[in-house]
């Protein structure tokens, strides 16, 4: 289906944001319904009256909280005013949250059509935020109650990847720390959200869903009665409590903010609305308040007619605000990496603490910890140019598709085949020093005084090599782990100045502490293992091969015919070299080797083996063929380890399109 626009929807606990983006463009537009702002208050405003406008209500937003706030009691009472906020949290376990819901979508899609920039969602791709923490019930309650309310096939995104999103559109962080260890600090009206992204996708989230501005504005809410003797009673008994702890106070709560963030230093004085002053505003004071926090009256109350359960955490009161955010953050930190960025955004994110608590817990520049340019759009923003940014990382995935097997050919496969082969000569002279010098010459000088077999000789030749075998990993951690490590750095380092070129870095960087030498971070096995049992297998292959040789050499050359004969008239169990020729016809050629392999060889023949010459010869012959082996055994390595580079680069190339999967 081709779509004509994007719509991102933020639905928040204080406020609803509402972006239009047409489609794979980043023009973006916010929906302004009323006020300066395109904030929408999430509240709804139900009149019961006999005769009331069904055109107009339910009235959401500013003028829901307007409407309501500047009635008097009595026309509450005659209207039959039902004001409800901060409902979101609460839609799966509360049926009347979940009707304020649809009706608060239903509502939106009026006002827009009225204020003349319908939102017509049957043209739109529609994507709707949900805290990347919330169960698939919560999702699914959510998708259900905005499809219920009109706005057609509704696909839900983590609000993370919508502020994402937004900063890799505007690129306010260079696009490799965008897409390693990206932390978004979500500190909106109603949650504290923390998310962590890599490569685009949430690997994990956190936060807390009690602590968030609503506990601020009932903080100032309290400041405000305690200047205004009275006034608690008066406004419960015209049942403006509510109206004054979530709207009024918010916004001096936000005023203060906005001026403390400026100038510390400021002592402030304000009027709230018509309902009273507050001053001496300090931010001494607002910080032992924020220490010493305990839920007033009029949150308690408003929560329990919604029947929303409040935690045991909130009623024992008595809590230190800043230091549950403080604590919150640092409860999802363990067993993270690192982070690269952190983007601040929801309202609440403005406060003058929560960047110094971020900087301080995650021990990182300030420089790296940035507010959303508008922290309250953020999510809302991001969704609406979601195809956008998809196309973007779609051209880069291309551009490095296409230049890859040149810088793979040209900067990588040259190295790797002068590393293998310097480790390839190193192994073969361990193994002739090990192996052939230390052990087989010793077997051979022990046969000096006695009569033994070539299958004797074979089986003692292969007990000796089952028994090395076994130190083959070691001998080749020790030859190629430190060539490998030096390999594994300078090809990551090649790679990563490749993708430098296109603002992106490896999603792991190389260890490059000494005792990491011997595994490789690729996805491939430890090379001892890896290279090993291959060798084995070769070496054990041998046992056969060097007793054969032995014989052969001593008899000047190679085949049955020369074993079986030899030169100076040799005798093998004193049968001539015609005779055995007879016996060859008469037992065929593979039954007479088996057979010559058994007889005993005369001690003067044995005394042969300590001849320099033969020795030579045999260790010269089992150089030749142990190098074709190993080259064999090599050539598959370098083909593996080149497989695995260019695994590194797919994988690093794949996850450009991890955008493309939403």
């Known amino acids: 289906m081709s779509y004509k626009n994007i719509i991102g929807i933020d639905f928040g606990t204080t406020n609803t944001y509402i972006t239009i983006c047409p489609y794979g463009t980043k023009n973006k537009i916010p929906l302004h319904l ?37 009635a008097s009691y009595d026309e509450i009472i005659k209207d039959k005013y039902q004001y409800y906020a901060n409902f979101k949290l609460d839609i799966v376990t509360n ?30 791709r529609v994507l709707l935020g949900a805290p990347s923490q919330a169960d698939d019930r919560y999702r699914t309650v959510l998708k259900e109650a905005a499809e219920a309310a009109g706005l057609g096939k509704v696909e839900i995104l983590d609000e993370p990847l919508g502020a994402l999103l937004t900063d890799l559109g505007s690129g306010r962080f260079p696009l490799a720390d965008a897409l390693d260890g990206y932390l978004t600090v979500d500190f909106g009206g109603g949650t504290c959200d923390f998310a962590l992204l890599r490569r685009g996708e949430v690997v994990k989230s956190w936060g807390e869903f009690e602590l968030g501005g609503r506990l601020f504005d009932d903080l100032f809410h309290q400041w405000l009665l305690a200047q205004n003797p009275g006034l608690d009673e008066e406004l419960r008994r015209t049942r403006r409590d509510f109206y004054v702890w979530s709207y009024c106070c918010r916004r001096l709560k936000e005023d203060f903010s906005e001026t403390m963030t400026k100038n510390p230093q400021v002592v402030m004085k ?56 403080s604590d919150s953050l640092k409860e999802g930190l363990t067993n993270i990496r690192s982070i690269n960025a952190v983007s601040l955004s929801g309202g609440s994110s403005r406060w003058f603490f929560v960047k110094q608590i971020c900087s301080d817990i995650l ?78 010459l010793t077997l051979l000088s022990s046969y000096s005084s006695k009569s033994i077999s070539i299958q004797e000789i074979e089986a003692d030749i292969s007990k000796i090599i089952d028994v090395y075998t076994k130190n083959l990993p070691d001998l080749i951690l020790k030859t190629f782990g430190d060539e490998m490590h030096a390999l594994q750095l ?53 046992a056969s091969a060097l007793a054969s040789l032995l014989l052969a ?13 030899g030169p100076h008239g040799l005798l093998i169990g004193g049968l001539g070299g015609l005779a055995v020729s007879g016996l060859g016809l008469f037992m065929g050629q593979n039954r007479l080797k088996d057979w010559t392999k058994k007889q005993k060889l005369p001690i003067f023949i044995i005394k042969l083996f300590s001849s320099k010459i033969i020795r030579s010869y045999i260790r010269n012959e089992f150089e030749n063929n142990l190098k074709k082996q190993i080259d064999t055994i090599g050539q598959d390595f370098i083909n593996k380890l080149i497989e695995d580079f260019n695994g590194l680069i797919m994988a690093e190339i794949n996850n450009l399109a991890m955008i493309n999967a939403f």
């Open 34 to 70: 009323t006020g300066k702002t395109p904030a929408i208050d999430t509240a709804i405003l139900y009149s019961d009256k006999p005769g009331a406008d069904q055109n107009i209500f339910p009235i959401i937003g500013e003028n829901a909280t307007s409407t309501y706030g500047q």
């Open 95 to 124: 049926a009347n949250a979940r009707r304020c819901t649809v009706d608060f979508f239903k509502a939106l899609q009026r006002d827009a059509w009225l204020n003349g920039t319908p939102l017509q969602p049957e043209n739109a």
């Open 270 to 325: 304000a009027e709230v609305g018509r309902f009273g002053q507050v001053s001496n505003l300090t931010r001494d004071e607002f910080l032992a308040r924020a220490a010493a926090y305990s839920p007033s009256p009029s949150f308690l109350d408003y929560y329990n007619k919604l029947s929303i359960k409040i935690s045991d955490r909130l009623l024992a009161g008595n809590i230190n605000l800043l230091q549950w955010f």
């Open 363 to 440: 021990n990182i520049d300030n420089t790296k910890i940035l507010s959303a340019y508008n922290p309250f759009g953020a999510i809302s923003e991001g969704l609406s140019i979601l195809p956008a940014i998809k196309y973007d990382f779609h051209m880069i995935k291309n551009k490095l598709f296409q230049s890859k097997d040149d810088f793979l050919n040209n900067e990588i496969v040259q190295h790797v085949q002068t590393s293998i082969d310097k480790c390839n000569q190193n192994l073969i002279k361990g193994i002739l020093i090990e192996l052939f010098d230390s052990k087989l």
């Open 490 to 542: 300078i090809a990551q380092d090649k790679i990563q100045a490749w993708l430098q070129r296109f603002g992106l870095r490896l999603a792991e960087q190389p260890a490059r502490q000494p005792a990491a030498r011997a595994a490789l971070v690729l996805d491939g096995p430890l090379i001892g293992d890896g290279l090993a049992k291959p060798l084995a297998l070769v070496l054990g292959g041998a």
């Open 553 to 565: 050499s001593i008899c000047g050359g190679t085949g049955l015919a020369l074993v079986a004969s």
